[in-house]
């Protein structure tokens, strides 16, 4: 082995350990600093924590567009959906008297809300787009309270980073990190375009991102889980979209 | 990093002076290692944005202009495939198998991949002088006697001369200088208009295309283009000699008969 080649091994050597080591502490830090998605594993998981890390860093405190009233769609779509469940349809029968809202995991109060304690609290309206992966998009006027003030009322542990939230149907689940959950645009939704929020659009309970595709403004809200980790829940993706293939955040 | 971007220099030597036009057969260099590397890279990403494009796509063949559209509203214009979701009225009696899932997660990395090799490519191109020499068309070729007689040539499919092994003609140029400067900052432009996140955060990416699906429809239309520009590319590498251009980009050497000047 020649003197040249020695000192090409050493150095290559070195720069792949301090490549190594970098992208190691880069982890470690995007991990601290909370840039890292639950669905980071897979083929597919530089692609979706680039995208989430650098969404975070640029759009955290962003506002969604709002639209004026003129714009709202004439026709807002309802999209099909899987057929409502026997719980669901017990409910609806008595007008939705009984829908809970729970709200557990990392609180100091666990509390359960009835549709009208939710619609006592401050009442806020957006104008916002629902954008559907498929490509398709409709405006609409969307009423309910921010999730943060709910979060509040509960009181959120320090160390929480993900709310949970699950559809009555069990098939369907997602969660959002606290920056979504904290952000003034997200809300628990009961409303729409000046009346209740209609079945076909997710009544009577319906949370909405609208910094984020459709489907994560998952339909018929029963529950809602803080905690520090989606590890325990499902496959440990984050939510059941990424179990089908989607990605878990979808601000793209 | 200086040796790639002085491939090209050695070319000028290359070319003999008309006192000493003995045929011969020389190896010179045509394309450095970086543009090598970023080509292929593209290339690849292209294909596999190509492809998972056209499964998001199928979930919604309508196309809109403005903010919104559904199939509650009037599309621009509708493709006259079968779609990959019941939603849509397509007029065929079945509905495709839905890759959604698996096809958005490559889109979006294999859309990282490439905007990251474009931007190393850019600086490069920038640095080394690699678009001034190699693809800016020099003032005399762009004379409508010099421009009309590249293209006669190119309508009449008459195989390129000896030179164009080791240089771009300007026909050339300015297709390349196209889609570097424009149909690819474009898609990526109309793609990121898309996302309502980032759009969140810079709302004039899309207000400035018109709303959220006059972006979407410009997406599909930029995306149209490139597929175009490839399939002429691909036709004229075929015209020229498939082998030596493709081994050109892989190795970075052709091989020239210098007899002329």
Request: glycine share 8%; net charge positive.
């Amino acid at each position: 082995m020649t003197d040249l080649s020695r000192r090409k091994l050493i150095l290559t050597g070195l720069a792949a350990t301090a490549g190594a080591s970098g992208l190691g502490v880069a982890a470690h830090i995007a991990e601290k600093y909370g840039l890292i998605p639950p669905d980071h594993g897979g083929i597919y998981g530089p692609g979706e924590t680039l995208t989430y890390a650098a969404q975070r860093l640029l759009t955290r405190h962003s506002l969604a567009r709002e639209f004026s009233r003129s714009q709202i769609s004439k026709r807002p779509l309802a999209n099909e959906m899987p057929p409502l469940t026997e719980a669901f349809k017990r409910l609806q029968a008595a007008g939705f008297a009984d829908w809970r809202l729970s709200v557990d995991g990392m609180v100091d109060r666990p509390t359960s809300f009835s549709l009208d304690q939710l619609k006592s609290y401050p009442s806020r309206s957006q104008i916002t787009e629902v954008i559907c992966e498929e490509g398709w998009s409709y405006i609409a006027e969307w009423i309910g309270v921010p999730l943060s003030h709910v979060l509040n009322l509960v009181g959120v542990h320090s160390q929480a980073r993900y709310v949970a939230y699950f559809s009555i149907d069990p098939d369907w689940w997602e969660s959002m990190d606290m920056a979504d959950a904290m952000h003034p645009q997200t809300f628990l939704t009961y409303g729409m375009n000046g009346n209740e929020l209609p079945v076909g659009n997710g009544g009577p309970l319906r949370m909405r991102l609208p910094r984020q595709l459709g489907y994560k403004s998952l339909k018929f809200i029963t529950h809602l889980m803080v905690t520090d980790s989606m590890k325990k829940f499902g496959k440990g993706l984050g939510s059941a979209e990424p179990e089908a293939g989607y990605a878990w955040y979808a601000g793209i | 990093m200086a040796r790639l971007g002085s491939a090209q220099a050695p070319l000028e030597a290359c070319v003999p002076s008309s006192a000493s036009a003995v045929p011969s057969t020389t190896v010179v260099s045509r394309h450095s290692a970086l543009v090598r590397v970023t080509h292929w890279i593209i290339t690849l990403c292209f294909f596999a944005l190509l492809v998972t494009g056209v499964e998001i796509l199928i979930s919604h063949p309508r196309f809109y202009w403005g903010e919104t559209g559904t199939v509650l509203t009037t599309p621009l214009f509708q493709l006259p495939i079968p779609s990959s979701r019941a939603l849509v009225p397509t007029g065929y009696g079945y509905v495709l198998p839905d890759q959604n899932g698996w096809s958005r997660a490559l889109h979006f990395q294999a859309a990282w991949v490439v905007v990251l090799t474009a931007l190393l490519y850019g600086i490069f191109g920038l640095f080394t002088g690699h678009f001034r020499r190699n693809l800016l068309p020099g003032k005399a070729d762009l004379s409508w006697r010099a421009l009309s007689t590249t293209i006669a040539g190119h309508m009449r499919f008459k195989r390129p001369s000896e030179e164009e092994a080791w240089s771009y003609n300007v026909l050339q140029r300015l297709a390349y200088l196209f889609v570097i400067f424009v149909l690819f900052p474009f898609v990526i432009w109309t793609g990121l208009a898309m996302s309502p996140a980032f759009v969140s955060a810079f709302p004039a990416t899309v207000t400035l295309l018109g709303g959220r699906q006059s972006a979407r429809t410009l997406h599909f239309f930029v995306s149209l283009a490139l597929v175009l520009f490839l399939v002429v590319h691909v036709v004229m590498i075929c015209l020229a000699g498939f082998w030596s251009r493709t081994r050109a980009m892989i190795t970075g050497r052709t091989r020239t008969h210098m007899e002329q000047t």
